[in-house]
């Protein structure tokens, strides 16, 4: 793929390869720079040391070391890593703000990211302990690697030593410390898991109404009055769920009649986020910045903006989980199904489903716990130089389990609803054949007891 400006980059395990156009902005841009370096003037990090050490300065000789020294003395992280994915996900985001200009680094820098990203090695990023003001202890394992520090993950997942060591340029190495990368990536990268998981939640809440037999009166689009988001809801709910003549009862259980406003709640969350994830990627996250000619502090790192709505996509997620568990326990309900008790063949000598419904009781407690906003709790690091931060990595990092439990809960919603229908045998509406038909493709028909635990495994990947 041709990146020819900044929102170009794209997640997707595709090869990427900057413009000509670009690459000559960036070479104007580090000219900027390095002339403006040259008047002498302290630039925090590049002639000075950094935090509570930002008013030594350094000599000529310091600082021809000191951009690599950078990322040396911060990498005190350590296993478990980021997994592949969320580890390209801070590459690509980090090489999406050096192509605003803010950094002031090299086309060669970019270069050598873009390198990074079309190889199949990637850093080894400690998952946890990044407590600053910033990403310091996370980036700096990031982006050792261009140095010879560190480690990488080979494509069989196996750790081993960085394969190059480029020379790092004036500035570059805390720019390659600055800002909020990590969150960034990794929360654009929730993102579009959490879209995904949107559209299944939508079909498998439309199956559990279908075949309970709900009262569709909940799902009308009047309900939606004053709201677009839960009108476009329920109007997707209604159109997979099918019509119904003869309702079961006058009122479905609450967890089936309030579907439309959990989704629409995750909707929302969604794209609030997504928006704060764009705001992170165009606005100035560099710390110095090059502004207007001139190198700019700026407090770009904090950031609070992704944190607060990683947090509420999170508490969203918890939400709708805690419905879609409510719903699973009354389709093992003959009251509310008129199906087998816990949907067994044979009740009594068979459990059914009902261990499935507890497996889900406990991912729901544990997204309750994941609940509790990451954006609180600030500790002093660096002698009180940074004395608030907004734990960003540690929200990105929530918000990624969040989305993981809440998947495996809808997975044990999932597999009630497949044996609902075949206990049922009620005709599936149309716009459901295909989302349970594909259950199919990996669900063996459930006529006894057997290991759930492998089912319900399927369907989870089948909904990532």
Known sequence: MLIDKPADVVLDRVPLELSPDLIERLRTTRYAVLSALRGGDPVYGVNTGMGAMSKVRLSEPEQSVHQRNLLLGRAVGGPPWLSRDE????????????LNGDAGVSAELCLQLVELLNSEVIPAIPLEGAGSAGEIIPLAHAFGPLVGIGSVLTADGTVSAPPTSFQLGPKEGIALLAGIPG???????????????LDYQRLTAAAGIAVIG???????PLCGRGDEVLNAELARL??????????????APVSFRVAGHAIA?????????????????????????????????????????LAAHCDQL???????????AARLHRLLDPAVTGLPAQLAHEPGPQAGL?????????????LRRLALPSAIGSIETSNGQED?????????????????????????????????????????????QEFLGSVAAVVPPIEADRTFGVDLQRIAENLS
């Open 87 to 98: 580890a390209r996900a801070v590459v690509v985001a980090r090489l999406r703000t050096f």
């Open 214 to 220: 709900a009262s569709r009166d909940p799902y009308s």
């Open 314 to 324: 999170v508490a969203a997620l918890t939400h709708s989980a805690e419905v879609s």
């Open 388 to 432: 608030v931060q907004s734990f960003s990595w540690e929200a990105a990092g929530g918000l990624a389990d969040a989305v993981r439990l809440a998947r495996d809960v809808l997975a044990c919603e999932v597999l009630a609803v497949f044996q609902a229908f075949a206990l049922a045998k009620r005709p599936i509406p149309p716009a459901l």
């Open 238 to 251: 209604l159109e997979l769920a099918g019509a119904e003549d003869e309702p079961r009862s006058l009122q």
């Open 354 to 366: 009902v261990a499935v419904h507890k497996k889900a009781v406990a991912l729901v407690h544990e």
């Open 265 to 305: 709640n995750v909707e929302r969350a969604v794209v609030r986020l997504a928006e704060a994830v764009e705001r992170a990627f165009t606005g100035v996250t560099d710390s110095p910045a090059f502004l207007d000619g001139e190198f700019v502090g700026t407090a770009g790192f904090h950031g609070i903006d």
């Open 183 to 197: 969150a960034t990536g990794r929360a654009w990268l929730q993102v579009s898991r959490a879209r995904t998981l």
